[in-house]
């Protein structure tokens, strides 16, 4: 077992999580457009709920899952003893400090390492959870960065559905519903490309993933 | 050989069959398959887990038929749940549906108080739901919001309980014979839905309401509830019924499942879905399986009640 995989801890927990969000969600993987084992990747996911990495993660195949650690702020997840361990040894988390005038470490660094220790990343783009009525948000230029510098890394788009609700922001509890994860084709940064509108092509793909109101895709 | 015996070789033996013919016309078609014959595939493999399981819960007796249900409801009212419109007001309502009134309506079945499970949903859990989700103070679409939550208990809880409700009937000379009337039920109102599926694909011509459901024809819906009449007839012996009795019940029981499959389909379009989930491979969700003994179920249950203890 190399470094990069997950610990024991990690394993047993995030195999438990996976078992929970099964039963509480019924959460299927839907590929779309890629495979589910392939090049290391991030996968970039709208972001609504704290559920929503641990449904991701469920949908991964066991040998991704142990590779694949969650992007999450550092601010929400060290403050407390709690919060710190099930971020820090329960969880594979990479944690970013997103507040610019305290941070003592670049959040770019931080994942640049995770990504060279050969890490997938699960990544949320918009920066925080949403909690308006748009279905995504403008998206930060932390996914431009990372494929500038990291070009061999596959970007895909993940579509989580129906997490919100059943696990809303400060909700104990979650409400057992149906929940789907659509994995869609990677993403290839083009030669030349502007940041702004690779970043609106990202969320371009990412929402042509959400079903339309009337059910369909 | 003794009844349970009987009637597991039997089942077993139509899967056989099925699996065999369905080989057969897999060989014999082109390749790739055409999507009927996939999806008869999908669909006869899932039947086998169906049938295992539900052997499973028969060889725990009573409680592990009640707990089947309880798992069947849970998953039909998910399923239910997700298609909903739901506020954030509406949490400790929906939160009480799954954690307090499954376990509680399944309960009251296992000490066998009939007047109370009877009665617990629709008047308590009815009254208690809406007070609840108007102390939340949200108004908005709030008529609707109460409706489809206690449409949704009514369906997938209050009328799938009375599934192993059967087992708690008191019926004279039918002692110890409970699961084996549950077992009835569940054959003739699941067969009506293959027979109805088969009579359809091969005679299906008029549709009886195209607006609904394009699959459903009067040729599939005569043949398949006339042969799942036969077939309940040739039951009989599970049951304490003659066989001219255990026809006209499994034929009312087929004829109730399906208005349950023609109402699931009717809100499944207005939801503009084709499936109520993906549980059960080649089928779909727990509620498209199970939408006909949905209606089948209590009528079934009250009018055995009256007319036999």
């Not at chain 1, 991701?56 to 650690?69: G, I």
């Not at chain 2, 009254?127 to 449409?151: C, H, I, K, N, Y």
């Not at chain 2, 009449?229 to 026809?247: D, R």
Request: hydrophobic share 50%.
């Amino acid at each position: 077992m190399s470094a990069n995989d997950a610990s024991l801890l990690q394993t047993v927990s995030g195999a438990m999580l996976a078992g929970l969000s099964r039963a509480v969600t019924g959460v299927r993987p839907i590929w779309a457009g890629s495979a589910p084992y392939g090049r290391q990747r991030i996968y970039f996911a709208n972001h609504a709920s704290h559920g929503d990495f641990i449904l991701v993660s469920t949908c991964l195949p066991f040998a991704e899952r142990r590779r694949t650690a969650a992007v999450a702020g550092a601010d929400y997840w060290n403050a407390g003893p709690i919060r710190r361990f099930i971020s820090g040894r329960m969880l594979r988390t990479v944690l970013v400090e997103r507040n610019w005038v305290e941070r003592t470490a670049d959040p770019m660094q931080v994942m640049l390492a995770a990504l060279d220790a050969g890490q997938s990343l699960i990544f949320f783009p918009e920066g925080t959870r949403n909690m308006t009525e748009e279905p995504l948000l403008r998206f930060r230029s932390g996914l431009y960065n990372l494929a500038a510098l990291r070009p061999d890394v596959e970007l895909v788009p993940c579509w989580i559905e129906n997490m919100s609700r059943v696990l809303p922001k400060g909700a104990l509890l979650p409400v057992p519903l149906l929940c789907r994860v659509v994995f869609g084709a990677p993403l290839v940064l083009e030669e030349g490309e502007e940041r702004k509108a690779f970043l609106e092509r990202a969320r371009a793909a990412l929402l042509a993933l959400a079903p339309r109101k009337d059910g369909t895709r | 050989m003794s009844d349970d015996t009987r009637l597991f070789l039997g089942l077993a033996s139509v899967l056989v069959i099925a699996s065999l013919v369905a080989g057969v016309l897999s060989w014999r078609s082109e390749k790739p398959l055409p999507a009927t014959l996939e999806n008869l595939n999908a669909r006869i493999k899932a039947w086998w887990i169906m049938v295992a399981g539900i052997s499973l819960a028969f060889l725990f007796g009573t409680g592990g038929v009640i707990l089947l249900f309880a798992f069947v409801s849970f998953a039909a009212l998910r399923e239910y749940v997700t298609l909903t419109n739901t506020r954030h007001a509406d949490r400790w309502t929906l939160l009480g549906m799954f954690l307090i009134i499954v376990p509680a309506q399944y309960y009251l079945i296992w000490i066998d108080w009939y007047g109370l499970y009877s009665i617990f949903i629709p008047v308590y859990c009815f009254l208690a739901m809406p007070a609840l989700t108007a102390m939340r103070g949200d108004t908005s679409r709030f008529l609707e919001r109460v409706s489809e939550q206690q449409w949704g208990i009514m369906l997938s809880v209050y009328c799938i309980s009375h599934v192993p409700a059967l087992v708690t009937l008191p019926i004279p000379g039918n002692e110890g014979r409970g699961l084996l009337l549950i077992a009835f039920l569940i054959a003739t109102v699941q067969g009506s839905d293959v027979l109805q599926y088969i009579f359809g694909k091969l005679f299906g011509r008029h549709k009886v309401a195209p607006s609904i459901s394009p699959s459903k024809t009067w040729e599939g819906l005569i043949g398949g509830i006339a042969s799942a009449s036969l077939l309940g007839a040739g039951l009989y012996w599970l049951t304490p019924f003659s066989p001219l009795e255990a026809g006209a019940l499994a034929a009312l029981a087929c004829i109730m499942g399906f208005f349950g499959g023609l109402v699931a389909s009717a809100i499944k379009r207005d939801r503009g879905v084709k499936d109520w989930g993906h549980m059960i491979e080649g089928h779909g969700g727990m509620l498209d399986r199970a939408d006909s003994l949905v209606f089948a179920a209590p009528v079934f249950f009250h009018i055995v009640r009256y007319a036999w203890t």
